[in-house]
């Protein structure tokens, strides 16, 4: 059951925004069911298929250098070829062990982050706590979504939503086509409100807030609507001021827009291999950028440890992070994309993929078994 559970909850996290974001190519698919050579195409490409949002480097790269001592191709070899590995990084002080390319990728290339995108959104909620836009975690989500006041959102503070537990009712079944993640924000129903505002104001409450984690996608684009009104400022704007900017992103991002032109808390912003691997720097650095702390200390650490149980066999759930049980904190996406932090270790382990299924038990597993052995090797050079 907890298999099942984990699986549901992976391969649900992009079932809706096929209809949720704008394609400007025509007769696009679902990007769930994308061929291996649509996958390889698009991929580095999003911007060529969907409506995107631009999040601007400054023009000058933070130095990764390499490390005297490389982890050796053969440790890397069998895994990428088995599971279709577009990019794998590996940083440890901040020098690269180990960095290789596959699917006929190159380092400048972007790849798609699909839900990697929320860990950065809870990043994003961080910076505007540390810029006194957000009042903290205990804040009311609608003083800043006041579209929300008279729904199942009253009384549920940003720590909930950040933690999965708003205890509003929301039905993620990827393959009910009325379920709620395949319904959200598929149309604009109330001009001048957010798509996604309108459909989720009209959801009953189920649980008591706080009290119980339910995978809900619509949430973390909430957030990110969230962030945008409390800041005054799209999430581009927002992450290219507060870290590509004076962090030393080496090339601009770009993020999924949903219906209303508004970037995709939950899904979909493409970087770099080596920018993934400066995110994961910057926060095991401790949220600093330009000689500024950009995320308070206390909000990364509760961000980055455990904070409610999630139901799978691992120490639980964040702020739009994953704890697995080797004592990482992990941003995870379908279809093989991963940013993992061993704090200790002073590590960084970067892969994407293009998995031929969005999740699946087996591959999972394998990913677990490499990063840790990949970890292991980097601690034994």
Known sequence: ????????????????????????????????????????AWYPAIETVYRTATVKAGGKARPLPKAPRQLPDALSDAYMAENN????????????????????????????SFSVAKSL????????IADGKIAGTDAL?????????????????????????SGVRWNEDYTDP?????????????????????????LPRANEPGTKFTYNTGETDLVGVLVSKAVGKSLSEYASEKIWKPYGMERDAVWVTDLAGHERGGCCISMTLRDYGRLGQFLLEGGKAGGKQVIPPQFLSEATTPQIKNGAPERGYGYFWWMPNSGAFEGRGIFGQSVTVFPE?????????????????????????????????????
């Not at 959104?121 to 505007?128: I, R």
């Open 141 to 165: 989500v609608t003083n800043y979504i006041p579209e929300l006041k008279g729904s199942g959102y009253d009384g549920v503070t940003v720590r909930q939503l950040l933690m999965m537990s």
């Open 345 to 381: 270790d002073r590590l960084v382990i970067v892969l994407n993929a293009a998995w031929p299924e969005a999740t699946k038990r087996e591959r999972s597993m394998a990913r677990t078994a490499f990063i840790n052995a990949v970890r292991e090797a980097a601690n034994g050079l």
């Open 85 to 112: 590995v577009s990019g794998f990084l590996v940083l440890k002080d901040g020098k690269v062990l180990a960095e290789r390319y596959g699917l006929g990728r190159k380092p400048q290339d972007r790849w798609t």
């Open 178 to 202: 009325n379920s709620d993640v395949a319904r959200a924000g598929s149309a604009i129903t109330e001009p001048g409100v957010n798509p996604l505002v309108s459909y989720m104001r009209k």
């Open 1 to 40: 059951m907890r298999h099942v559970l984990a699986a549901a909850v992976a391969a649900a996290v992009l079932a809706g925004p096929a209809a949720a974001q704008q394609a400007i190519k025509p007769g696009v698919p679902s990007i769930l069911t994308w061929s291996p050579d649509q996958q390889k």
């Open 121 to 128: 959104t809870s990043t994003l909620v961080g910076a505007a």
